[in-house]
């Protein structure tokens, strides 16, 4: 019984790690745009703090990044361990 649901998950389970990497890199993208047009009003608002801005920006974007990375490699190796 247990080997029968095993095999139709396992079916499956390649469609699902598509849609999880799928979903981790789409909110990524999403939101290192709201970043980038955040920042960008936030400069035009205060051009003297640009550097400031710019380097917090960059360094959220690069954890997103990261956090986005990981969610794929997840969603990767779910489907060698499953």
């Known amino acids: 019984m247990l080997a029968m649901i095993l095999a139709a998950i396992e079916g499956t389970l390649g469609i699902g790690v598509c849609i999880?990497?799928?979903i981790a890199a789409i909110a990524a993208g999403l939101?290192?745009?709201k970043i980038?047009?955040?920042a960008?009003?936030?400069i035009?608002?205060?051009p003297?703090?640009?550097g400031d801005i710019r380097s917090n920006m960059i360094v959220i974007a690069?954890?997103?990044e990261g956090v986005a990375l990981f969610a794929v490699i997840v969603c990767v190796l779910a489907?060698?361990?499953g």
């Open 36 to 38: 980038g047009g955040a």
């Open 79 to 81: 489907m060698f361990v």
């Open 20 to 22: 999880g990497a799928a």
């Open 44 to 46: 035009a608002r205060q």
């Open 31 to 33: 939101g290192i745009g």
């Open 40 to 42: 960008m009003e936030a």
């Open 48 to 50: 003297e703090s640009t």
């Open 62 to 64: 690069a954890l997103i």
